[in-house]
């Protein structure tokens, strides 16, 4: 499962995958892990932060709880 957001990323993000679903208590938590490449230039931290900035924001918007 793709969240939508993702799409928006741009060439970075090579791959997603969920990795946990976890039930307790009527809620629902979901685990993703997101690798970034570049094959034209070295990552910075700032870099990737901002495009993690931007998943964060997109997903509270939408209602759910980031951690």
Sequence with gaps: MKPRVV???GDLLVRLDQFD???KEGKISYAFRL???S????LTDEKVGSVMEKV?????AAG???R
Excluded: C, G, N, P
Aim: no cysteine; charged share 35%.
């Design 7 to 9: 799409k928006d990323l």
């Design 21 to 23: 679903h976890f039930e």
């Design 35 to 37: 690798i970034f490449q």
């Design 39 to 42: 094959m034209d230039r070295t």
């Design 56 to 60: 964060t924001a997109a997903r509270s």
């Design 64 to 66: 759910y709880e980031v």
